[in-house]
């Protein structure tokens, strides 16, 4: 099992720049994949980045590929989200999340964090 807690979010204007870190318990963080995803009030929760175990594969909804970026350091059990060029669309609840299954982690993962808020002002 696997305890995730979200830091970084906030209120920026469009155009800002934000970095989502999620901090993970437990000593076999390196064996999960790991992943973003973010809900819009009225929407549901979609996948927004993964990043698998070693880092080798990641994964972007295509509405934020080349403004965001997920990595991850399995020697201090984190993984961050770079997110830059934001526009108002990219207000949400964001959610770190944890799986073993490449599946899993970009569809329901099994770990969840408790969210963070990211709004951005036009």
């Known amino acids: 099992q696997v305890q995730l807690v979200e830091s970084g979010g906030g209120l920026v204007q469009t155009g800002d720049s934000l970095r989502l870190s999620c901090a993970a318990s437990?000593?076999?963080?390196?064996?999960?994949?790991m992943g973003w995803f973010r809900q819009a009030p009225g929407k549901e929760r979609d996948v927004v980045a993964a990043?698998?175990?070693?880092?080798?594969?990641?994964y972007y909804v295509e509405s934020v590929q080349g403004r965001f970026t997920i990595s991850r350091d399995n020697a201090k059990n984190t993984v961050d989200l770079q997110m830059n060029s934001l526009k108002p669309e990219d207000t949400a609840v964001y959610y770190c999340?944890?799986?073993?299954?490449?599946?899993?982690?970009?569809?329901?993962?099994?770990?969840w964090g408790q969210g963070t808020q990211v709004t951005v002002s036009s």
């Open positions: 999340a944890a799986d073993n299954s490449w599946y899993r982690i970009n569809t329901s993962p099994r770990y």
């Open positions: 437990g000593r076999t963080f390196s064996s999960y994949h």
């Open positions: 990043i698998s175990w070693n880092g080798g594969s990641t």
